[in-house]
């Protein structure tokens, strides 16, 4: 599918071609390109890329391949801003960092919703990527980062979100609109890489030993922000609970493309599939300028979470 390549001693690969996709690879002008949520759907991978327009606004688009490797971004936005109440209020600035969840035979969509009020979840749904219809707003203002799970947790829907504290949280739902139960999942670690504020990346992964969570960090230098990935294992009927947790980033911003851009030294996902041979694929934005994408395996993240157990 890929040719891949080992740049330095990571837990994770780039893909030699980088970047998957910049601006010039698109048939029409906008301002800006970044994050994608990703998908499987009739034998081909879909990506719901956030692009910012020359008007400023920010869409989500459709990204479409065949074989893996090249994608087709649709001109026309799969979501934009709506006009009609109650959503046109809190999402006319934009909408924007999909992350798209198969349940009950339906494929959600949560997506940052900025409006009048800040930044709030909303919730839509398809079933074929031809059309799409709104659920709600699922939120109070200023919560970011909410990734919800594939399945019922003790009957009940489950999200992760970061608020303004800076860590993960853990939420329930009995409808996916109506949200509570909130409790602390993870924390930033002062004197660690994630030492600032952390939040949930792509969908959540179940392999053997839980939820294979790959989130984001920032730590705040006298250079600005640095943007890395990290990996945790949560517990399966628990998420609550942390089994491992790797005291390294997975993916941390080294190339050129991942240095220099709109938000330099930034690498963060909201899209990862598995394969059934347990490799993982990554799709992230670099430097809030590019779509890029990486490889690695169920079983290497899952080691290196151990291994960091037993060295700290």
């Not at 809030?288 to 290497?300: E, G, R």
Request: charged share 25%.
């Amino acid at each position: 599918m890929y040719r891949r390549k080992s740049f330095g001693k990571t837990i994770v690969h780039r893909w030699e071609g980088n970047p998957l996709i910049g601006i010039d690879d698109l048939d029409f002008k906008c301002s800006d390109i970044r994050n994608a949520g990703a998908v499987r759907h009739n034998g081909e991978v879909l990506l719901l890329v956030t692009i910012e327009h020359l008007s400023g606004t920010q869409c989500i688009h459709l990204a479409r391949t065949g074989n893996g490797r090249r994608f087709h971004v649709d001109k026309t936005p799969f979501l934009s801003p709506s006009t009609e109440p109650p959503y046109r209020q809190h999402e006319y600035r934009g909408v924007l960092d999909a992350r798209v969840t198969f349940i009950n035979g339906a494929y959600y969509i949560m997506y940052l919703a900025m409006g009048e009020y800040g930044t709030r979840f909303a919730l839509a749904k398809t079933e074929d990527f031809s059309s799409v219809e709104r659920v709600g707003i699922i939120s109070e203002p200023e919560t970011k980062a909410g990734v919800l799970f594939p399945v019922k947790i003790r009957d009940r829907y489950a999200r992760l979100e970061r608020p303004s504290d800076g860590s993960i949280w853990l939420s329930y739902s009995d409808d996916l609109v109506h949200w509570g139960g909130s409790e602390v999942v993870l924390s930033p670690r002062p004197g660690f890489w994630d030492t600032s504020r952390v939040g949930a990346g792509p969908p959540l992964i179940l392999c053997d030993p839980g939820w294979l969570l790959v989130y984001y960090s920032v730590k705040n230098t006298s250079a600005g922000p640095l943007y890395r990935l990290g990996a945790a294992l949560l517990d399966k009927e628990d998420p609550a609970k942390i089994i491992e947790r790797c005291n390294i980033p997975v993916l941390s911003p080294r190339e050129t493309y991942e240095r220099i851009g709109d938000i330099p030294n930034l690498v963060f996902s909201t899209g990862m599939l598995r394969d059934e041979d347990g490799t993982i694929t990554i799709y992230y934005g670099a430097s809030d300028s590019v779509i890029c994408i990486a490889t690695t395996t169920t079983d290497k993240i899952v080691y290196e979470c151990t291994k960091s157990k037993e060295e700290f």
